[in-house]
């Protein structure tokens, strides 16, 4: 089993900050790539930040400058340290993690956090 556990959501006011976090634990043999979504009210989940093993990161042209996501190898954590936060920001957020598994033959799994409700009031 692979379990995504998600903290650091909650309220801010316009132009504030928060932080997320990710860890990825269970029978893992590999973290390949990192990622968050979000899903705003009636909207479609959308690609927020993503980062490589390699470290190369890429982010939705709304969030370049304002969020920086960073991950963890000892503790496959991922992080999501977003700034100048907009009301238009607010949604829930999902930890998104590509892995090998030990316990399905090294198989390429994706795995998604249940979610973190990020409101920003203005």
């Known amino acids: 089993q692979v379990q995504l556990v998600e903290s650091g959501g909650g309220l801010v006011q316009a132009g504030g900050s928060l932080r997320l976090s990710c860890t990825a634990s269970?029978?893992?043999?590999?973290?390949?790539?990192m990622a968050w979504y979000r899903q705003a009210p009636g909207k479609s989940r959308e690609l927020v930040a993503t980062?490589?093993?390699?470290?190369?990161?890429d982010y939705a042209d709304s969030v370049k400058g304002r969020f920086t996501i960073s991950r963890n190898y000892a503790n496959n954590t991922v992080f999501l340290q977003m700034n100048s936060l907009r009301p238009e920001d607010t949604a829930v957020y999902y930890c998104?993690?590509?892995?090998?598994?030990?316990?399905?033959?090294?198989?390429?799994?994706?795995?998604w956090g249940k979610g973190s409700l990020v409101t920003v009031s203005s």
């Open positions: 998104y993690v590509n892995l090998l598994t030990i316990s399905d033959g090294l198989a390429t799994r994706d795995y």
């Open positions: 269970g029978s893992i043999f590999r973290v390949k790539t």
């Open positions: 980062i490589a093993s390699g470290d190369s990161t």
